[in-house]
């Protein structure tokens, strides 16, 4: 945690929720047209560890997925198009490579789904005929620039254990911490109804007076800066290390979104 992330206060939640549903933020997704391009900056520059790579459900035949995982157990994965035509096909050539979405593991998608619409959300593409993974999508339209992937998984957390660093590198750099990502909404009421009440985000405010939402039993947090006349979405993905981590801005822009370190 860096000094920028002391809370200058903290906001209230909804009087009479409920104790907190163990929501976590799993993992960050970025699109890429190829996967094989990403070890460059999350294993060479960020010493992150491939902890999974497979197709992914009913979806395998248009993109496929690895996952890359960091000190303190933040993860982030890059999605790779596959086939002459879909989703991600549309995402780059709309905007070129970057931040895709955010994924939720929520301990019932049945309720996830109610508080967002009653909020006002559309959730779209649900799918629960796996069992094992259920999941749900709003859309970046009404979801500050971003979708936001809504999973009931019985599958099991990830364990928390170190992080080695990756092979195959003559000096393999120390893995970074991915503190988590940084977004931008028109409204701090807009942000508060996202990540605080239809989420659950631990909301308050970061020394310098932006909005961070947190999650406890997720390594990465959500950090928000308000700004009316602007686009609504990703800004940078945050991280700490107590190295410093070289060539950043090339890195970040292999991604297509910015890169900032700050204090371990």
Do not use: C, N
């Not at 902890?51 to 993109?63: H, I, N």
């Not at 993860?75 to 198009?81: K, Q």
């Not at 006349?229 to 800004?235: D, I, M, S």
């Amino acid at each position: 945690m860096g000094p920028g992330d002391a809370w200058a206060g903290r906001l209230p939640g909804k009087m009479g929720w409920p104790p907190m549903p163990p929501i976590r933020l799993d993992h960050i997704a970025i699109a890429m047209p190829r996967i094989a391009d990403a070890p460059a900056t999350l294993v060479e520059v960020l010493g992150g560890v491939l902890e999974r790579s497979q197709p992914s459900g009913p979806l395998a035949g248009t993109f496929r997925w690895a996952t890359w995982t960091f000190a303190g157990g933040g993860a982030i994965e890059i999605l790779e198009p596959l086939g002459p035509d879909g989703f991600l096909h549309r995402f780059l050539a709309g905007r070129g490579p970057g931040v895709h979405h955010v994924t939720f593991k929520v301990p019932s998608l049945d309720e996830a789904s109610r508080r967002a619409e009653a909020r006002g959300y559309d959730v779209v593409g649900r799918d629960d005929s796996d069992s094992s993974w259920k999941e749900a999508f709003l859309h970046p339209k009404q979801a500050l620039g971003i979708v936001v992937q809504l999973v009931e998984s019985s599958a099991a957390p990830p364990a928390d254990r170190p992080v080695t660093a990756p092979p195959g590198l003559p000096a393999p750099p120390t893995p970074v911490r991915i503190l988590g990502l940084r977004m931008r909404a028109h409204s701090a009421e807009r942000a508060l109804a996202q990540w605080r009440d239809v989420l659950h985000g631990d909301a308050g405010r970061t020394a310098d007076g932006a909005l961070v939402f947190r999650w406890t039993d997720s390594p990465m947090r959500i950090v928000v800066d308000v700004d009316p006349t602007a686009v609504e979405g990703p800004l940078a993905i945050e991280l700490a290390s107590e190295r410093a981590v070289p060539s950043l801005e090339i890195a970040g822009a292999r991604l297509g979104i910015r890169l900032t370190q700050r204090s371990a």
